[in-house]
């Protein structure tokens, strides 16, 4: 069984500083990994996704995530915090193509100014 | 091209009462998923569909959630009778059927409220 762990359900960054988002899975199999982002009011928005190509994932709004399969994470970062991130982030592991997600339990990130 | 779109976007509703969200996918996307949000947990996996047929159905709570996709177009979702524990946010996905296809669009979910 697959699962997926977030640490921290809650992280406060200033703007401008370095958002990390920890995100560690296991799987009996090589999993294929996202991070979703969740604005307020609104559905979950596909940030990135590691499919088994480069383990370095660059997705939109200047997030980047490193899949390492040594340590089983995928963490997510930003350089540089904007207001506009502030959102729910959510990492989550399939198998294969078709089949169900499994989510990690998101993170809630406060940008302050 | 439209996104996936759930119907309505907030239910309340009374313990015993029943409630049916809809899930349309984006054209053209044989797979259909429903998860859930309970409060202050992580989104969970209710069933997916491959066309009009329940490919797993493994995450559904009891027999009081009934899903169909009648055409394999749309999908609902029925909770007879409701019970307080149903209350959360009911997403809905789709994906191509395709062997690369990963990703899955999640639509804006319905928050389901049971008083």
């Known amino acids: 069984a697959q699962s997926v762990t977030q640490l921290g359900s809650h992280v406060s960054v200033s703007e401008g500083a370095l958002v990390l988002l920890r995100c560690n899975y296991s799987?009996?199999?090589?999993?294929?990994l996202f991070w979703y982002v969740q604005y307020p009011n609104q559905g979950l928005q596909l940030l990135l996704k590691y499919t088994s190509a480069a383990t370095l994932v660059k997705g939109i709004n200047g997030f980047e995530a490193e899949f390492k399969k040594s340590e089983t994470s995928f963490h997510l970062t930003k350089p540089s915090a904007h207001m506009s991130d502030a959102a729910e982030y959510f990492c989550?592991?399939?198998?294969?193509?078709?089949?169900?997600?499994?989510f990690g339990g998101g993170t809630r990130v406060l940008v302050k100014p | 091209e439209a996104g996936v779109t759930q119907f309505p976007s907030h239910s309340v509703i009374e313990k015993g009462q029943t409630v049916t969200l809809r899930c349309d996918p984006i054209?053209?996307?044989?797979?259909l998923y429903w998860y859930r949000r309970v409060m202050g947990k992580e989104i969970k996996f209710l069933l997916h569909f491959v066309k009009e047929s329940k490919q797993d159905e493994s995450g559904m709570p009891n027999n009081r959630f009934l899903a169909e996709r009648t055409g394999g177009t749309y999908s609902t979702l029925k909770v007879q009778p409701a019970e307080l524990e149903d209350s959360g946010v009911y997403f809905c996905a789709s994906s191509q059927q395709l062997a690369s296809s990963y990703e899955q669009y999640f639509g804006p979910g319905t928050r389901l409220t049971v008083t």
């Open positions: 799987s009996s199999v090589p999993p294929y």
């Open positions: 989550a592991v399939i198998k294969a193509a078709g089949n169900k997600l499994t």
């Open positions: 054209s053209g996307h044989d797979n």
